[in-house]
């Protein structure tokens, strides 16, 4: 069975500035996604990024990017530049490679403030 | 493209009533998911569709559950005899076969039980 773990509930950072969010996974697997999605108060869930587990490279899209750790099976998410509407829930997920396999397992998930 | 979108976003009922909710998916979208959330976790998995095929259910799903997706288009979540802890949002997302990695959510349909 797939786990994910987010041990830090609530994060608050300044506009502007820039904050880590963690994440950590257990998996047996070799080929999988981890993904953070973004929830926003009282809206739909959208997709931040996507990393698949085996490219090296770590993604980014625009002001965020990631840490990846595959022997570590960590996963961690880098806002720069933060902007009022970064508030939200961020939630770390993972999924199978394989499509017999479609659940996404999600972590308990993080409140980010961010300060004007 | 008009996203997932769910009916209704809020339903509020009393214990032991049924509520069903609906979820249509992106058009393409050959797979439908149902996962549920309560307040302060993550979203937990219930259940997936592939067209009408109902594929794999969580053990979360209850006997008072059931789902369905008679033509491969929208799918409904039927709760019977509700309780007091079905109250959660109900989340549906939706994707192609061969990008099960890229699923798309709706806003959700929030339930409170009283």
């Known amino acids: 069975a797939q786990t994910v773990t987010q041990s830090q509930p609530e994060m608050s950072v300044q506009e502007a500035e820039t904050v880590t969010l963690s994440c950590t996974y257990d998996?047996?697997?070799?080929?999988?996604?981890l993904f953070w999605y973004k929830q926003p108060p009282s809206r739909q869930m959208i997709l931040v990024i996507r990393?698949?587990?085996?490219?090296?490279q770590n993604a980014t899209e625009n002001r965020f990017s990631v840490n990846f750790q595959k022997a570590a099976k960590s996963f961690s998410l880098k806002i720069s530049d933060s902007q009022l509407g970064d508030t939200a829930m961020y939630f770390c997920?993972?999924?199978?490679?394989?499509?017999?396999?479609?659940?996404?397992?999600f972590g308990k998930g993080i409140t980010l403030s961010v300060r004007p | 493209d008009t996203g997932v979108s769910q009916d209704p976003r809020h339903k509020i009922t009393k214990r032991g009533q049924n509520v069903t909710f609906r979820c249509d998916p992106i058009?393409?979208?050959?797979?439908l998911y149902w996962y549920r959330q309560t307040l302060g976790q993550g979203p937990e998995f219930l259940t997936y569709?592939?067209?009408?095929?109902?594929?794999?259910k969580s053990r979360l799903l209850s006997d008072r559950f059931s789902a369905e997706r008679p033509k491969g288009s929208f799918s409904t979540l039927e709760i019977q005899r509700t309780e007091q802890g079905d109250s959660a949002m109900y989340l549906c997302?939706?994707?192609?076969?061969?990008?099960?990695?890229?699923?798309?959510f709706g806003p959700g349909t929030r339930l409170t039980v009283l």
């Open positions: 997302a939706s994707s192609l076969e061969r990008r099960t990695d890229t699923q798309y």
């Open positions: 998996t047996s697997e070799s080929n999988y996604y």
């Open positions: 990393q698949e587990a085996y490219k090296q």
């Open positions: 997920a993972f999924i199978i490679s394989t499509g017999a396999n479609s659940k996404l397992t």
């Open positions: 058009s393409e979208h050959n797979r």
């Open positions: 569709f592939q067209n009408e095929a109902q594929l794999e």
